[in-house]
């Protein structure tokens, strides 16, 4: 068995991988995480969203999600800036505030929400990711008729 192409690799390294990854990725098909950066038992926690989508165990639990329920959030990310980046006293934690911005590919629509995530990485890869995000902001932007 050959060592992930994330062997050893920080938790700020995979962040930007991550961002990297959103804005080129596959298209609208890009996700916020990555199989190639997810631990096999990562876990992907959202607090603020809907019932029935705060939790995911598990990589195939993830991009489980993404293929179904995830496919149809179609948006075309067009930017990721870091708003603020906190190192933590554990080397493995790194606490990031960021500003997604792009379009929604069936309105047209344009617009950004800002989310704080708490990454944890371990041998490389992600072993927890706890984002919050602006969920009436994302709701409001996939909802907006075309301009």
């Known amino acids: 068995m050959t060592a992930p192409v994330t062997d050893g690799a920080s938790p700020t390294a995979i962040y930007r991988r991550m961002q990297d990854a959103v804005l080129y990725g596959k ?6 995480l990555p199989a190639e950066l997810l631990a096999e038992d990562v876990v992907v926690e959202t607090p603020f ?7 995911y165990d598990g990589r195939e639990a993830w991009l489980s999600y993404y293929r179904t329920a995830g496919a149809g ?3 075309q990310f067009e930017r990721f ?10 080397p493995e934690v790194l606490v990031v505030e960021y500003e997604l911005a792009g379009k929604v590919i069936a309105t047209g629509v344009r617009s ?3 989310c704080i995530a708490v990454l944890r990485v371990r041998g490389g890869l992600i072993a927890h990711w706890r984002e919050y995000q602006d ?11 075309a301009p």
Request: hydrophobic content about 35%.
């Open 135 to 145: 969920i009436p902001s994302i709701t409001e932007a996939l909802t907006r008729p």
């Open 112 to 114: 950004s929400v800002r």
């Open 81 to 90: 800036e870091e708003v603020s980046t906190h190192r933590t006293d554990d």
């Open 49 to 55: 969203a809907p019932a029935g989508m705060r939790r």
């Open 73 to 75: 959030l179609l948006v």
């Open 27 to 32: 298209g609208h098909k890009a996700t916020l």
